[in-house]
């Protein structure tokens, strides 16, 4: 930035505090850490240029009041002079700073054939990547007349204040679906070695999880205002690994309720052979004693091993169910005498 601006308007230089005289270009570490270095240096020149709200009378650097903001554009002379960059470094710095949501791009604002593209800083999105970064009240106060100055020459209402407000409250509004596509879609890369095609499936692949549901738009509001999402590719990632946790929480939950049906399954089984084992002890303690022979018969003509065969018949000659495995043979020969006996304890 040059020197320091007085509230004239005129610009201050510090020549005590430079190594060399003339215009010196500021630049913020904290700024540089969290953007780029050369990224650094073309928003803080492009912000001073805003504050001046002057255009060069070479026409190096034009200032343009449009929709209530402050665009700045540079032709090839004046990035060289005032951006220290030539047109191919600065045109990667600009693709960095649009995929990173810092500025808002136009063209043909000043004359139909300008090719050239004006700059203007989002405040909203510098705040939320680097908070160190907010700018002065004087600074803003200073910013927003002299854009209703140029507003005013080039027939435009708002301010960049008010702009900046609806901003704010556009970000604690939960955006549409088709502003958020909007704005995944605005991160696709515009270099040289850039696949359009790849990053517009990736866009339309992002809506149609979307609109299917299996991710909700205020997931996918959170991936695209994180500073640290550069690309499409990084906000389909990011949502896939979302999906991913969810469905890894309902297996987890699936897995939970399954237990606890296999479990109470399990318990409900056992209560049913208690009294199903309570049951028989009632029929064979009352039963006449021809039963219980026909219930020993039965027994005998199981195909079992003899050792099984004889515990089983001794149980039941004792009027008892016996224990595992021979409670399992006598109860398999009661099975179809306790549903079709009528007169027993039981059931009476």
């Keep these: 930035m040059d020197g320091r601006t007085s509230r004239g308007g005129k610009v201050?230089?510090?020549?005590?505090?430079?190594?060399?005289?003339?215009?010196?270009?500021?630049?913020?570490?904290?700024?540089?850490?969290?953007?780029?270095?050369?990224?650094?240096?073309?928003?803080?020149?492009?912000?001073?240029?805003?504050?001046?709200?002057?255009?060069?009378?070479?026409?190096?650097?034009?200032?343009?009041?449009?929709?209530?903001?402050?665009?700045?554009?540079?032709?090839?002379?004046?990035?060289?002079?005032?951006?220290?960059?030539?047109?191919?470094?600065?045109?990667?710095?600009?693709?960095?700073?649009?995929?990173?949501?810092?500025?808002?791009?136009?063209?043909?604002?000043?004359?139909?054939?300008?090719?050239?593209?004006?700059?203007?800083?989002?405040?909203?999105?510098?705040r939320t990547i680097c908070p160190e970064c907010a700018i002065s009240m004087g600074e803003k106060n200073d910013m927003e007349v002299r854009s209703t100055d140029l507003s005013k020459q080039n027939d435009h209402s708002l301010s960049l204040g008010n702009r900046d407000r609806e901003q704010e409250r556009e970000l604690r509004v939960s955006p549409s679906l088709d502003k958020l596509i909007s704005e995944v879609a605005a991160l696709a890369g515009t270099g040289p070695r850039d696949n359009g095609l790849r990053d517009k499936k990736c866009v339309e692949r992002i809506r149609q999880m979307i609109e299917s549901g299996i991710v909700g738009a205020e997931d996918l509001?959170?991936?695209?205002?994180?500073?640290?999402?550069?690309?499409?590719?990084?906000?389909?990632?990011?949502?896939?690994?979302?999906?991913?946790?969810?469905?890894?929480?309902?297996?987890?939950?699936?897995?939970?309720?399954?237990?606890?049906?296999?479990?109470?399954?399990?318990?409900?089984?056992?209560?049913?052979?208690?009294?199903?084992?309570?049951?028989?002890?009632q029929f064979l303690a009352f039963c006449p004693d021809h039963t219980l022979q026909l219930i020993v018969d039965e027994i005998r003509q199981l195909n079992v091993a003899p050792a099984l065969v004889s515990r089983a018949i001794a149980a039941v000659t004792a009027r008892g169910v016996g224990h595992v495995p021979a409670s399992t043979l006598v109860m398999r020969v009661l099975t179809s005498r306790l549903t079709d006996h009528t007169h027993s304890p039981l059931q009476q």
């Design 221 to 281: 509001e959170t991936i695209v205002r994180s500073p640290h999402t550069k690309f499409p590719s990084e906000v389909e990632e990011a949502l896939l690994r979302r999906v991913k946790a969810v469905n890894e929480c309902l297996q987890a939950v699936a897995r939970a309720e399954l237990s606890a049906t296999e479990q109470l399954d399990k318990q409900r089984a056992a209560e049913l052979e208690k009294k199903q084992s309570d049951q028989a002890k």
């Design 12 to 126: 201050r230089q510090r020549s005590d505090k430079v190594l060399v005289g003339g215009q010196t270009i500021a630049l913020s570490p904290i700024l540089a850490r969290a953007i780029g270095l050369e990224e650094a240096l073309v928003l803080q020149q492009l912000f001073f240029r805003m504050r001046c709200a002057n255009s060069d009378p070479q026409r190096r650097w034009i200032c343009v009041a449009h929709q209530g903001r402050t665009y700045v554009g540079w032709n090839d002379i004046g990035r060289q002079e005032d951006l220290l960059l030539s047109k191919y470094p600065y045109r990667r710095v600009f693709n960095n700073l649009r995929k990173l949501g810092l500025v808002h791009d136009a063209q043909h604002l000043e004359q139909p054939f300008d090719q050239r593209i004006f700059l203007s800083i989002n405040f909203v999105r510098l």
